[in-house]
């Protein structure tokens, strides 16, 4: 029965070239297909499209204000430092808080006969399709419509590529951070590294604040100008301002910026393109773990890590232990870890810097620190705990469908979360005693070591009763891929909205605290770390015994949501 | 109480997703110590049946007793006589063989002294020892298998519920897992286990059922449901397969 064959007639002929837009239409019906059938995840779209638009229309008017006012002055100010500040949250967010959207997972291309460069085009292209690039790109718009009114069509013909060609730049710098990022997360030399990263923030913060109190002291409208001059010469703000240049009557400088753009992208591509191709083979690099040998003890004493050896050898403990491996062994929950401790770092110390009107002259140093006040302090603090209870939000959805041991084992839902609570506790509660101590000394505040505590360890207790009502109720599923910062297609609004609304709730349960420090003065110096800690051992005990019940009653669902669709 | 009960029972189990019904009324008795198959193409509903069994997918309509104690009313004790090796779902892979018996051992509320006694037979029986402290993420697909059994098996289930677990099984570990099963059988615990492996259901089961588009088709003993005739015949007929005529995929042959 062999049947002649002709290549060129059943399409066993050349292949035919697949292109960018290939890539765009994938994400498209990927991401409605996700929608079919989900009337809440239509809901969730519709309302975080409807907020980016709002955003988008704001940022517009922000940036086409000088434009329309007229104002030379502020036009590079808009341009360089407000689209720096656009990139650059671009950049370090999805690190931070959101993940990356990896509707087009690149280990799916892995099989498929494609040149890297046709991938990397079209994964670029694919991600710029998305809610938030639409809305910067409507916002950066701005930017056109001054140009052009400062400078004529030309100018803003001359904006319209340097915002495009900007926008290109933030997709690939972020894919490329978080692709990096990711590969550094999975190997296993992540403790120095992650070690390396913090002492790098942390000789980073010196020079920082001294430039941003400097300007902040001054706040004179030159100064800022010259610092928005130097920005726009860096490729944060190179595009931006181009079109402002042109206007100016510096065409050349345009140029200049254009190039400096247009270089950083490719380098960016180049960069993202050698990391993906670790993406696409994933962990089959690292190859399996060599047999670790030479277990000690029986099964159950290899179950509780050393530190951990008091605990009880029952429901609870197995279920604290278990979660303690997990929180560093799952490449996903230390990555949030490790983001909670640099974060937890930098943000307080900067706020209460830049915010206290610190001077640093030559004489005195930081010497004038005291000015920093109690309440801007347990503020910050407030924000630290929030973040590091946040992490809870979809802790469930860590786990997948391995919670189905748990349910099969019918745990009783309080049992669970006081658990799951005592895990992460005995990571972060350490690392929260450090942040303070480090914050009351930087600011030279060494008394206020009880303030800071307290107010970190209630916000911590509140969030976390919070965060465990999230993560019975709002959990979703993350997929299973290797890169610690991707999330499912259609999720990136559920998630930032959960979590902004997380964090919004946990920092109300902190209020008592706050009026508190407002009210009592110095006698809550002393109050305030007994007080915090009881109020957050208390409201997280009952927000356990309150979620336990509802987790009782929904486990089989629970686990329905968190299980990956395949 | 329990001996006057069936291992499991099954009543009008019904499970829509969305408009598509996957499971459509199911009912079935599986005796104490049985060894019971249950049969059916990809997609018939195996999996949603038996996660609706043993508590993991809540039924739309129906019921699910273990050995006469409701899974979905009185979870607590069911669950303390099921235990479940699911298909397609993770175990706690981050933990290496050891470190997973203990947990399963603990959370089912167990001695540690019993656990640690258990887990090193399981481990040293089931030839999972050598892994040493590797992770289960690390282990290949029948290395993965066995621990699920072991973790399964560690409490001492009346009632053991397994989703394909000769699935992706290399013939020496089937063998030994067939053995393992064998003598929990014969020792008085009953098996339910789906596949769709003809050979090792007509050689392991006592009683047989056929399912397909979320109905039973056929049940009884293996006897009765292969009534003289091949099993793999029976089951082609239920099912309705199609044969290849070798018109087409012409282009397959060159």
Redesign the interface.
């Known amino acids: 029965m062999a049947v002649p064959v002709s290549p060129a007639v059943d399409g066993s002929g050349p292949a035919r070239p697949v292109r960018a837009r290939h890539f765009v239409r994938l994400k498209l019906r990927v991401t409605a297909n996700n929608f079919r059938g989900q009337g809440w995840r239509i809901a969730l779209f519709v309302f975080g499209a409807f907020f980016g638009l709002w955003f988008a229309v704001g940022g517009f008017f922000l940036f086409a204000a000088p434009g329309l006012a007229g104002n030379d002055q502020y036009a590079i100010l808009a341009a360089a430092l407000g689209g720096g500040l656009v990139a650059l949250g671009w950049l370090i967010l999805p690190l931070v808080f959101f993940g990356v959207d990896e509707t087009l997972d690149p280990a799916r291309f892995a099989l498929l006969p494609l040149t890297r460069r046709t991938l990397v085009t079209g994964l670029a292209a694919a991600a710029l399709v998305s809610v938030p690039t639409v809305a910067v790109l409507l916002a950066l718009f701005g930017l056109v419509v001054t140009a052009a009114l400062l400078g004529g069509w030309l100018a803003g013909l001359v904006a319209v590529l340097g915002v495009l060609s900007g926008l290109l730049l933030c997709v690939a710098g972020s894919r490329a951070l978080t692709s990096a990022f990711a590969s550094m997360l999975r190997s296993r030399r992540v403790r120095d590294l992650a070690a390396v990263l913090l002492a790098v923030l942390a000789a980073l913060l010196g020079p920082v604040q001294i430039a941003l109190t400097a300007s902040l002291r001054d706040a004179d409208w030159d100064r800022l100008a010259g610092v928005a001059r130097v920005v726009g010469w860096t490729p944060l703000g190179a595009p931006w301002s181009a079109g402002i240049e042109v206007a100016q009557g510096r065409a050349w400088a345009a140029l200049a910026k254009l190039l400096i753009t247009w270089v950083t992208v490719a380098g960016l591509l180049l960069w993202w393109s050698r990391s993906l191709e670790s993406a696409m083979v994933g962990t089959a690099t690292a190859g399996p773990a060599p047999a670790r040998r030479g277990p000690t003890g029986g099964a159950v004493a290899q179950l509780f890590p050393r530190p951990l050896g008091w605990l009880g050898r029952t429901r609870f403990g197995a279920l604290t232990a278990r979660e303690c491996r997990y929180w560093w062994r799952d490449a996903r929950r230390r990555a949030n870890l490790i983001t909670l401790a640099v974060v937890g770092v930098f943000v307080p110390v900067m706020v209460n810097f830049g915010g206290s009107g610190v001077a640093f002259d030559s004489e005195q140093g930081f010497s004038g620190l005291g000015s920093a006040s109690p309440v801007l302090v347990s503020l910050s603090m407030v924000f630290v705990g929030v973040l590091a209870a946040v992490t809870l939000a979809n802790q469930f959805g860590f786990d997948g469908s391995a919670y189905a041991a748990n349910v099969v084992a019918g745990i009783s839902g309080r049992l669970e979360l006081q658990a799951r609570m005592a895990a992460f506790s005995i990571y972060v509660v350490p690392m929260l005693g450090a942040i303070a101590v480090i914050v009351v000394l930087v600011l030279g505040e060494p008394g206020w070591i009880g303030l800071t505590l307290g107010s970190l360890l209630a916000t911590y207790g509140g969030g976390l009763a919070v965060n465990t009502f999230l993560s019975v109720l709002g959990a979703y599923s993350l997929p299973e891929t290797s890169n610690p910062f991707a999330m499912n297609t259609g999720a990136g609004v559920a998630r930032s909205f959960l979590t902004l609304v997380s964090m919004v709730v946990s920092a109300v349960t902190a209020v008592p605290m706050l009026v508190a420090a407002v009210l009592l003065g110095d006698a809550w110096h002393w109050l305030a770390l007994p007080v915090g800690a009881a109020y957050g051992v208390g409201v997280a005990l009952l927000g356990a015994y309150l979620a336990g019940d509802v987790l009782d009653r929904r486990m089989p669902e629970l686990l329905a949501t968190v299980t990956p669709r395949r | 109480m329990t001996e006057e009960h069936p291992a499991l029972a099954l009543r009008g189990l019904v499970k829509r997703f ?1 408009s598509k019904v996957a499971v459509a009324g199911v009912d079935l008795d599986v005796p104490t110590g049985s060894f019971y198959g249950l049969l059916g193409p990809n997609g018939a509903g195996k999996t949603t049946t038996l996660s609706m069994a ?5 039924p739309d309509g129906g019921q699910a007793r273990v050995l006469g104690y409701d899974v979905w009313a009185d ?2 004790r069911a ?2 006589l ?1 235990g ?1 090796m ?1 298909d ?9 063989g ?2 997973l ?9 167990m001695d ?1 002294a019993v ?2 006694r258990r ?2 037979e399981l ?1 040293d029986v089931l030839a999972l020892g ?6 289960v993420v ?1 282990y290949s697909a029948g290395m993965k298998k066995k621990i699920g059994l072991a ?1 399964a098996l560690l409490h001492g289930p009346r009632l053991l519920v397994l989703d394909e677990p000769f699935e992706a099984v290399d013939p020496v570990s089937a063998a030994l897992i067939r053995d393992i099963l064998h003598r929990y059988v014969t020792g008085g615990g009953t098996v339910v286990f789906s596949s769709h492996v003809m050979e090792v259901v007509e050689r392991l089961c006592s009683h047989v059922a056929i399912l397909a588009d979320g109905t039973i088709k056929r049940v009884g003993t293996l006897d009765e449901v292969r009534a003289g005739r091949a099993l793999e015949d029976v089951f082609v007929e239920v099912v309705g397969g199609r044969t290849a005529t ?1 018109e087409e995929l ?2 397959l ?2």
């Open positions: 969305d043993v508590g993991l997918l809540r979870p607590v669950k303390q099921l479940v699911p397609g779902v993770r175990l706690f892979d981050r933990l290496s050891a470190e018996l203990a947990y399963h051992g603990l959370l089912r509320g540690p656990v640690d887990a090193a481990l050598d892994a040493g402290r590797t992770l690390d973790c070798g012409a282009w042959s060159r």
